[in-house]
């Protein structure tokens, strides 16, 4: 009976376990099959070939097919990845790729491009030479010609240029350029051998020519000869003219000549403005037309205003005319009478033209006697070390050592525009100075207060001073002076003890654990550290350190003995050299406390002594007493 009901047990529990466990199977989802790319994804048709097909949830009995195709041959490679092969003679097109099991399947769209095979090119016709030209003659002709000057005056020289081109069917051999002179004179040689002038190629040549007097105005030929011979010993000659235009000017002509010359005021010196005032006679047989007279030696004399030449209309035959050049004498360093060069053109009737130069003489004088001469004459600056960042105030001495008085003085920093002041600026006024006058041998003193670029590298800076002033003439003079101020980059050190200093007791050696930081970005080219103390005995105080970079430290530990109670200081001496490579010291005061003895008032010391009396009375008693002496 108990087997029975066993039994009957074991039914229900399978029968209650089928029914729990059937929702969970009929809720399990079939595998979906994925398609997600294949490789290659061409082929050519007459080849065929394999296919690598990747997605998810491959089986074994998974298949491949090419739509519109067939199935293919598929291997299964794992559940991502399937191979199958494409046969030959498949046609050409895009396809879509299949991939399928009993009741899914993944389709993707124009996978796989079959295309024909490229036909093999075939061999490069040759193509047929063309037949050589029959050689013919060379041929020359100027193709192109200038003169200069372009309309030429009788009596004066020009230069004419020709380009000789060869348009035949031959070189030419020993090819000739003659001027063979005529109505214009060729000067110097007037044959030209070209040697070998080949087919559509030019050459130039150029020949000096002069127009004979007499000559009147008009439009002449010139004469020129070509000639070559070709490879056969042929000889062939082409005459060929170009056209010259000529200003004749009859008979006669102006002559203009300066009779006379003076400058206001008579004698000058360097950056003087004044006036020159010239007498022209025309002393030749023709009226003098369209008259120029200028200054031709420009570093010498420049226009004070408008330009450096006068215009006369006309000058008739022994006819006088005056004329004034307002100018100012240049920065001339050689005294005495200087020739001041002045052009002379001038024009006819006809239509000639003449230039002519001529010479009036200058008085100079380089003498301070009577002119004013600034110079700096010495600078400081206040601090006397200036380091990127800080501000300063800049004292300059200007002197007058010249003989006369200097007014309306500006004093530029910079330089004109103030272009040389990097890397100072100006602090709380502008790089201008204005002094209204500078007496002979007098001194003045400007100040400018100016700031450091923070950002500027240390160094030597040149900055220019430009000084523009006015003499007793009214004459404005300018000059540029430099001067050099020194940048350093101040060390930036952190001194200390590298842990604390416990109190000192007198007689009793301590350490000294002091320790330099460069807190600062920069290389500091440190050589030794030095502690030194008027209260201390110091031993072992003195340490080279070498170089510290941004960031690095060196460290000294001393042996210190005080003498005395109290508050001891002890300097710390750090040297180093600047970026001028010149030794310089960074010094702090440390403190250490040093612990005082302990005062004994004279009552306490009174007694201590009377007890220290007892004591040894005590003491004697009894040694005494020990021999027989007393008790």
Known sequence: MRKVVLLVAILVTAVTAAFLLAPSVAARPLPQLALTGIEPDT?????????????????????????????????????????????????????????????????????????????????????????????????????????????????????????????????????????????????????????????????????????????????????????????????????????????????????????????????????????????LANRGSRTATQVVAGVASPDLAVPAGGSNVVAIDHIGIEQEVTATLPLVLGDVTQAGRLNLEVALDCSDYEGGSYTARQSVGLEVSTALADRPQLVVDSYHTTPDSLAPGDTFTLTLEVSNVGGGEARRLTLTLGGEGGSGMNPFAPLDSSNVKFIPQLAAGATVEVTQRLVVDGGAEAGAYSVPVALAFDDARGTRHTDSQLISLLVRRRPHLQIGFYRPVEMASIDVPIRLPVEVTNIGRTLINVSTMELSSTQLEISEGSMYLGPLDGGTSGSLEATAVAKEGGTAEVLVTVNYLDDFEQPQVVTKTLTVEVEKPVEISPEAEEEAQEQEESFWDKVLRFLRGLVGLGS
């Open 43 to 279: 082929l050519v048709s007459q080849n065929g070939g394999t296919l690598s097909i990747y997605g998810s949830d491959f089986t074994s009995t998974t298949v491949a097919r090419l739509v519109g195709f067939g199935l293919l041959e598929t291997t299964y490679v794992n559940s991502t990845a399937l191979r199958a092969v494409v046969p030959p003679g498949v046609p050409p097109g895009v396809y879509d790729l299949e991939v399928s099991e009993d009741t899914t399947s993944a389709t993707l769209s124009a996978a796989l491009s079959i295309v024909s095979a490229t036909p093999t090119p075939g061999p490069t016709a040759i193509p047929t030479p063309k037949p050589t030209t029959v050689p013919g003659r060379p041929i020359l002709t100027i193709r192109n010609f200038t003169v200069e000057p372009s309309r030429v005056v009788v009596g004066r020289e020009f230069l004419v240029t020709i380009e000789i081109y060869n348009t035949g069917s031959r070189a030419g051999e020993n090819t000739i350029a003659t001027f063979p002179g005529g109505t214009f004179l060729p000067v110097g040689e007037t044959g030209h051998l070209l040697w070998q002038l080949h087919i559509n190629h030019t050459a130039v040549v150029t020949q000096r020519m002069r127009v004979p007097n007499g000559l009147s105005s008009g439009s002449y030929n010139l004469q020129v000869n070509l000639s070559a011979n070709d490879y056969e010993g042929n000889h062939y000659d082409y005459p060929e003219t170009i056209a010259v235009e000529v200003i004749g000017v009859g008979k006669g002509r102006p002559q203009l000549v300066i009779e006379a010359a003076q400058t206001e005021p008579a004698l000058l010196g360097p950056g003087d403005a004044f006036s020159l005032t010239i007498r």
